[in-house]
């Protein structure tokens, strides 16, 4: 799974070509950390077809204030560069599968 930054975002994540699914965390939050895997194993099942990636809210806070974050974990999905769904909070894995199912 990619890091996304402040300096990536634009390039990796914006002017991707395919669907791209942001994972907005922190250290310190306890969710994040029981969702990460799950947002890891869709990247791996999606391969080539999806870019999933994360974006540690503290080291890069432009980002997270640019989509006005304000809970974590959020996941943005993202596609032509345009957010087309948001998931705020721990879920099961089979519904972000059904919001990506969505825009693929």
């Known amino acids: 799974m ?6 990536n975002f634009e390039e990796v994540v914006i002017k991707s070509d395919v669907p791209v ?7 310190w939050c306890g ?7 799950l947002i890891e194993q869709i990247s791996e099942e999606y391969n080539g077809r999806i870019i999933a990636g994360k ?3 503290e080291s890069s ?4 204030m640019r989509f006005g974050i304000r809970n974590i974990p959020t996941i943005l999905f993202l596609k032509a560069g345009e957010v087309v769904d ?7 894995k089979t519904t972000l599968v ?3 199912e969505k825009i693929l």
């Open 2 to 7: 990619l890091e996304f930054t402040d300096e």
């Open 21 to 27: 699914i942001v994972d907005f965390w922190a250290e």
């Open 31 to 37: 969710p994040c950390r029981m969702i990460g895997p």
């Open 55 to 57: 974006v540690d809210i």
């Open 61 to 64: 806070p432009k980002t997270a």
């Open 86 to 92: 948001k998931q705020v909070g721990v879920v099961p």
């Open 98 to 100: 059904a919001k990506l």
